[in-house]
């Protein structure tokens, strides 16, 4: 799960704990720190719908054989935990890609 971006409104003051949630998340999807990056947006606001979510959590994943809608959907559930852990609702979006096409030029050491 190498790139997870929550979102979250301004005005929101609950704490968003991003090691914590991150150490968790490599649990959970049995990743790495240095390929699990969550980048968190503070927005003005969203559009309503049914969910009172605290955070709009989109995830960006490989799409390896072994991640099965099945699994997914299990993990994205273990996700939502790991936030309800720390009294945030969150609202998950989990998108998979095909490894031919993901391109990443890191800054150079």
């Excluded at 790991?82 to 490894?99: K, P, Q």
Aim: aromatic fraction near 10%; include cysteine.
């Amino acid at each position: 799960m190498p790139l997870v971006k929550i979102f979250a409104r301004v005005g929101m003051k609950k704490n968003i704990p991003l090691v914590s949630l991150q150490s968790k998340l490599c649990s959970i999807w049995s990743t790495k720190p240095e390929t699990t990056k969550l980048i968190l947006s503070r927005v003005e606001d969203w559009t309503s719908d049914s969910y009172d979510e605290d955070c709009f959590i989109d995830i960006r994943a490989y799409g390896k054989s072994e991640r099965t809608r099945e699994f997914v959907l299990d993990g994205m559930t273990h996700v939502q935990q790991a936030f309800a852990d720390h009294d945030l609702v969150a609202n998950v979006r989990l998108e998979t890609y095909e490894g031919e096409r993901y391109f990443h030029v890191p800054p150079k050491k």
